[in-house]
């Protein structure tokens, strides 16, 4: 199990930097892989990915300094995965993404479920390591 959530960290740190590194370089070029208009203003990207950023910094600088992710820093990663997870929820059920493209709003459903699942991981481990449970 240990392995496994190590392999999780490893793999989401790689996504969340380069979906922060896309978002903040390359706004438009991001934009057009959803829809053929505009979606969100160009500084939301920004501001998206430099999230993005800010969450993939914070997961190397907390498992270089602990040597893993200790309870706390599970949970806090767990509602860092569920809050984009009401929030894109919201966005895809409005008119607001009506010009998705098919293959995008697919995309960001499964990008969804993966956050849902991710955090209820990361809480599920936290809860296991706090209970002296130990997750090999």
């Known amino acids: 199990m240990k392995k ?14 380069f979906l ?30 430099v ?14 300094r602990e040597k893993q992710l200790p309870p706390a820093a599970l949970q806090q990663a767990a509602l860092l995965a569920w809050g984009p997870v009401v929030v894109l929820t919201i ?3 409005t008119p607001l993404t009506s010009s998705l493209y098919p293959f995008a709003r697919v ?3 499964i990008g ?4 849902l699942v991710l955090g ?5 481990v ?3 390591l706090l209970h002296d449970r130990p997750v090999t």
């Open 4 to 17: 496994i959530t190590h392999s999780i960290i490893l793999g989401d740190n790689a996504l969340n930097w």
């Open 20 to 49: 922060g590194a896309a978002m903040v370089l390359v706004p438009t070029w991001f934009n057009s892989l959803l829809s053929s208009r505009l979606l969100l203003p160009i500084w939301l990207y920004f501001i998206v990915g």
């Open 51 to 64: 999230g993005f950023l800010w969450f993939a910094s914070w997961q190397v600088q907390t498992f270089l």
């Open 91 to 93: 966005a895809l059920l």
């Open 107 to 109: 995309l960001l459903w």
């Open 112 to 115: 969804n479920g993966y956050m």
């Open 120 to 124: 209820g991981w990361y809480w599920w």
């Open 126 to 128: 936290a809860k296991q």
